[in-house]
Every structure is written in C-alpha cells, then in structure tokens.
C-alpha cells in the first residue's frame, strides 16, 4: 500500500548541531545593511507596532529583555541562517522589520542548510523566540495583531506585479554540478518522485514556466512561491468520476500537500494541554470550536511543507465544502522546551527553524485556515483539512467557498510566503489504513532520511471489515 515518495536532502539544521557555524554569515550581512539606513522613516506598520511598545504596560520591558536574555555564548551572536548578529534592543529590530518590508527573499545556501531559506523574519527573530520574554511578547495579541500587519505590508510587494519583487528570482534559477547542486538543482530534486516513465524531468518540465525568460515567466516573487505543476505531474490516485457516494475509489484518501509526514494521532481529546513537552492535539482549540463535537475521539494526521516545495492545497476527498473560515492566531510562537538549554535545561539546542520542532502545538496557536468538507462517501462524513501558517507563510489563501463542490485532487487554495504545515481530521467512527510514508517514525534530529510525499498520492483508505478482508480498491 505503499507510495511513491520524493526522496530529499533537507536543511542541516534538523541533524547537526553545528549548523550554526556556517550560517552566521546571513545575519552578520542584514544587520550591517540596516545598521547602514539608520534614520530611515518607518513604515506606518512598523510604527505602529513601535507605538504599541512604548505604550502598552510591560512590553517595553519584554522587549528588551528576550534580547539580553539569548546567553552570552558565541554560539548565538548570530541566527540560525547566519544572517543577523545580535540586535542591540528593540529599536534595532524594528529598523530591520523596516529594511525587509520592501526586500524579496533571494536564494541562499547558508539560509537553505538551515531551513530559513526565504523566511528572513523568522531567520531574524529565531534566537528572541527562544527566550522567555520572547516567547511572552510573541504571545500577546496585540503585538500579533502589529506582526500581522508588517507582514502583510511585506506580502502585498511579493505579490505586486507593478513592484521589483522578481529581481530576486534569478538567485533561485542558478545551476551547479553533481557534486555542489544551485538553487535551481536544490527545487527541482524536491519535486522528482520516481517519474512512471523512469526519465527525470527539468524545473521547466516539471512547473508551468517560460524557460526563455529570465524569470521564467513569473511576473512577482510570490507568483514563483505558488507555482504550479503542469497538467499530468501530479495525477490523482484513484480518481473519482463524479459525486455518487458508491464509487470504490471514494474510499481512498489522497495527500492534500506536497508534504513530508509529522504525526499521527488517534483517539484526539476535545481539550488536552498542548502547551506540554508532548505536544498533545487539541481539537477545540484547533478547530476554533467548529463542529467539535463531531471530531472528539477521531483522527489527525499531520506533515509540513519546506519552503522549497509545491505549496498548493488540493482536496484529500470529494465531496460538498461545509464551512471555509480563517482564525487569526500567533506568528511567532513555539514551545518553551525548545528554548535556550541554558535557561530551560534543554538538551539539545534551540530549534534552529523555529517552530519546526513545534508544528503540533502551532495547531492551536498559528493563524490557519479550516476547510470543512462533507465527504461524498458517507462512512467518511465530515472531515477537516486545516492549513496552519507558520511565521513568515501566515497568509493562507483559501479558493474555495461554502456550499461548493469539490472534486479530489481539485485545489482548495494556497500558502503565500515560507514553510508551512497541515492537517487532516477526522471523526472518530472513520477508520484508516495509512500508507507506509504515513507511519514513518518521524524524528526531529533526522528529517533529512524523511521523504516528500508527492501531492494528490494515496495517503490513506477507509475501511470496513468486509473491505478490509474481503476486497480491495479498484
């Protein structure tokens, strides 16, 4: 029952320790090109979050200190991405939200090796968010509220066609060899599963581009984000014909993202303290209070999305779209426990692309969104496919609305901007048989031997007893 599964070779910073070192440059490179615009105005959004700093009771203070509190090891005098040196205080990390505002993420290695390539704000606030003031600022409304806006600024130029954005593409498109793969070689291996025809195919083959542009015909950075694949790349297993519940291949499930397999949880209490070292699912907390009742007890599986890959949702099953909703949350939050060693006695190091090491807590923190999809096949009834924003990717674009009919493989919407993470939910009288990438033991330290699940691939079947002893999908 096996899939076919895009083999990778992911960021450094899930199995050494010592990627750090050489990623420092990146930092070090941003800080000196703010430090170089001191004086700058502010853009209304940064200034905006400036005034609710200096006004509100005890941000200030919070501010400050998840700067002095990162420790005085040179471990940390840069981020993970190598990109940014340590910021003074808070005035400095305002003037460098100011400097990105208007700057598109351009391709770099040290970046890629430590899975921040094309999310300089999370590069930029990594080390603060581990620190106990930092995960108390990050946490308050209303600074979310600030974040929020900053980035949808920043969002609003990626998407501008009228705007410069596409001059940073080019640094994606760059060739190499065997031995040092480019940008371009880095995106292309992320999405070649094990082609049926057994020929590996070019970017250009495999995405909808014009190969004799420099841009390859992307008009805006976030055009190149939300690419698309070209008919036939990524075929639905066991489509469906039409909305008639007795088709057999409406047992099956199929990837609702280009994803790599997280977790996989049965039995899902309504309320559950996700905030603990486990990271328990919290389904009235994830789904906002939307048909809960329903999901208690039931499913969820999880996978996240690297920046590099396809970025487009699509329909896991067919069926009618019940409720299409956005929940506003936080953008950068994780765990505590994966927060400094030296303040929380972590073994390991801060989680070098936070909230990677985090995803199951963000379903209940991030800003998402839900699409709730009554199944055709009524043994699966309502499920739930939710798309969590992760920092820079908080913007969720759903293209599809209530009472609409979807076919699977059909697409649903899309994340703009960064990594992401999703989910599947189901109620609890659903029960799965899940594809061996699906039950891959899933380690944080060793996400490069994890592997692509290409979208629209089988993922799971329903069954019965009869179905489950007696036949099998046609």
Request: charged content about 20%; proline content about 7%.
């Amino acid at each position: 029952m096996a899939t076919t599964a895009a083999n990778v070779s992911l960021p450094d910073s899930f199995r050494s320790k010592d990627h750090h070192k050489t990623l420092d440059r990146y930092h070090a490179n941003l800080i000196t090109r703010t430090r170089a615009c001191r004086g700058t105005k502010f853009h209304p959004s940064v200034q905006a979050l400036q005034n609710l700093i200096e006004h509100e009771p005890g941000l200030e203070e919070l501010a400050n200190s998840m700067l002095k509190e990162i420790p005085p090891s040179p471990t940390y005098d840069l981020d993970p991405s190598g990109h940014f040196p340590r910021m003074k205080d808070y005035m400095e990390m305002l003037q460098c939200f100011n400097y990105l505002l208007f700057l598109a993420p351009e391709w770099d290695h040290d970046s890629y090796k430590s899975g921040l390539v094309g999310l300089p704000f999370n590069a930029l606030l990594n080390w603060p968010l581990a620190t106990p003031s930092g995960h108390e600022f990050f946490l308050n409304d209303k600074v979310n509220r600030c974040v929020e806006d900053i980035l949808n600024v920043h969002g609003a130029y990626l998407q501008d066609p009228n705007g410069n954005s596409k001059e940073a593409l080019p640094s994606w498109f760059r060739t190499g060899s065997p031995t040092s793969p480019g940008s371009l070689d880095i995106l292309t291996e992320k999405a070649c599963p094990s082609w049926s025809d057994g020929k590996k195919k070019t970017f250009d083959q495999i995405f909808v581009t014009d190969p004799s542009d420099k841009y390859k015909g992307f008009d805006t950075w976030n055009a190149f984000f939300t690419r698309k694949f070209r008919p036939g790349i990524r075929p639905v297993d066991y489509p469906d014909k039409n909305h008639y519940p007795n088709e057999e291949s409406k047992r099956i499930i199929t990837n609702a993202c280009e994803s790599i397999f997280y977790h996989c949880a049965t039995f899902v209490e309504r309320d559950a303290l996700f905030w603990l070292k486990g990271q328990p699912y919290s389904l009235e907390n994830m789904l906002d209070g939307h048909f809960v009742d329903r999901f208690v007890h039931g499913t969820v599986y999880q996978a996240w999305l690297s920046p590099e890959s396809y970025h487009r949702w699509h329909a896991p099953v067919s069926g009618t779209i019940k409720k299409a909703i956005r929940v506003p949350g936080t953008y950068f939050a994780g765990l505590k426990y994966y927060g400094f060693p030296e303040i929380y006695g972590n073994p390991n190091i801060p989680d070098p692309s936070a909230p990677d090491r985090s995803q199951s807590y963000i379903t209940a923190m991030s800003t998402r969104a839900l699409i709730f999809i009554e199944a055709d096949n009524p043994d699966i009834g309502l499920m739930c496919f939710m798309a969590i924003g992760m920092v820079d990717v908080s913007s969720c674009k759903m293209t599809v609305k209530e009472g609409q009919q979807v076919m699977k493989g059909e697409e649903l919407g899309m994340f703009q901007i960064g990594g992401s993470s999703y989910c599947l939910v189901f109620q609890p009288q659903v029960q799965l048989d899940w594809t061996r990438e699906a039950q891959l033991p899933f380690d944080d330290d060793k996400s490069g031997l994890h592997s692509n699940i290409p979208v629209n691939k089988w993922l799971a079947v329903f069954f019965s007893l009869l179905w489950r002893y007696g036949t099998t999908a046609n």
